[in-house]
């Protein structure tokens, strides 16, 4: 095939961002302070980013990441295992096991990565890996490219988990994998549960904490604190871009899975390290959630209940999520970034799901308010919220 057949094929779909005169996807933004953001210099509520505890723009933050850019450089430049292992890192890892109260944790590049790069590591033919039907992609890729039998079980449906447990003793080893929190609809996983029916099984439990931790459990510190579980055995990952306000991911659990990790990953040993400051953003976040979870947390928690309010006030349609999540449900993928398009005329930036991220006809625009909202935006948003739903209703 020539270069020019190749990339005649390479055709990207946008008649629905077209029809609707709005394209939600990779907008160009910049940082307007807390809780807001600029679009073309105009300013912007960001209720679409991951920022629950409104730490990103935390002066702490920023500083310790310019700290660490002048103590470390921008990168080391090298994968971690020939080049590129700062000291830094190495402090990152503990602070994850502890707030984790797990034995060991070892850092990547991105969450993506090491979710991708986990199965085939440590999976392969003659194993299976049951996982949740609406676990995110890079999970299910990552299980996929492992060569194991890959067997889905109904949402959050325990129920069916165990079935398929039960139909899976022949095989060498079996893997759930799972969410903690689900970002499109925030619903929890019943982890509690799903932990010991893998105890039950033989089987290693896989639990993705990425909207989790420094969101649920008591302290902030996420899954296995919320589902009261100590001791896991099981395997850890979660992003270091959510509320921990950085970037990066992390796998965790017994010393004997991150020490094999460290040398038989390729996701790991064939990426350039995560930089520096990166790595400092994170540390700053957790001493922030460790010393301050109870107020963050609670105000993140009230500007939730008031956003939920707001927009059912205004006639729109949620899901029934439990995490701190507000999910309007659209039904069809124009009506979903038609919505997205409204909000963004009104001057709040959220987060639009169309397949295929989210089945056909399900549509959901996902809005995340967190603590970055102090109480005289709140009231705008409230404004802004109901005339909205005014114009939606026409």
Not at 10 to 37: H, I, M, W
Not at 121 to 138: F, R
Not at 206 to 225: A, Q, T
Request: net charge neutral; with cysteine.
């Amino acid at each position: 095939m020539k270069p020019s057949t190749l990339y005649q094929s390479l055709k990207t779909d946008l008649s629905l961002a077209v029809r609707a005169g709005f394209n939600p996807y990779y907008q160009k933004l910049e940082r307007g302070g807390a809780g807001r953001l600029k679009a073309d210099r105009a300013p912007l509520f960001d209720l679409a980013s991951n920022d629950y505890l409104g730490l990103a723009a935390d002066p702490r933050v920023k500083a310790a990441m310019a700290e660490a850019v002048n103590r470390c450089g921008a990168s080391f430049c090298g994968t971690p295992i020939a080049a590129g292992y700062a000291g830094i890192l190495a402090e990152l890892e503990a602070g994850i096991a502890a707030i984790t109260g797990l034995e060991s944790a070892v850092a990547f590049p991105s969450c993506y990565q090491a979710n991708n790069s986990l199965f085939s590591s440590i999976a392969g033919a003659g194993d299976a890996v049951i996982v949740d039907h609406y676990a995110h992609a890079s999970l299910i890729q990552g299980i996929r490219a492992s060569g194991a039998c890959v067997k889905p079980f109904l949402h959050n449906n325990t129920d069916h988990l165990e079935k398929q447990l039960a139909a899976s003793r022949s095989f060498r080893r079996v893997f759930v994998a799972t969410e903690s929190v689900f970002s499109t609809e925030g619903s929890i996983a019943p982890f509690d549960v799903i932990n010991d029916l893998c105890g039950r099984y033989d089987a290693t439990a896989v639990i993705d904490d990425s909207h989790g931790i420094g969101v649920i459990g008591k302290n902030g510190r996420g899954i296995l604190e919320h589902a009261g579980i100590s001791g896991f055995e099981g395997i850890y990952t979660a992003s270091l871009g959510k509320a921990l306000a950085g970037t990066g991911g992390v796998i965790a659990g017994r010393e004997a899975l991150t020490g094999y990790l460290r040398y038989n990953c390729s996701g790991l040993i064939y990426s350039t390290a995560l930089v520096p400051s990166a790595a400092a953003s994170v540390l700053a976040s957790m001493k922030i959630i460790s010393d301050e979870f109870a107020v963050r947390g609670k105000k993140m928690w009230d500007n939730h209940a008031l956003l939920k309010a707001q927009l059912t006030d205004a006639g729109f349609a949620l899901a029934g999520g439990e995490a701190p999540i507000a999910a309007v449900m659209c039904g069809s993928s124009e009506r979903t970034i038609l919505l997205a398009k409204l909000f963004f005329e009104n001057g709040i930036f959220s987060t639009p799901f169309i397949p295929p991220s989210v089945p056909p006809e399900q549509g959901v625009l996902r809005l995340i308010i967190g603590a970055k909202v102090d109480e005289a935006d709140a009231r705008e948003l409230e404004r802004r919220v109901a005339a909205i739903g005014c114009e939606a209703k026409r």
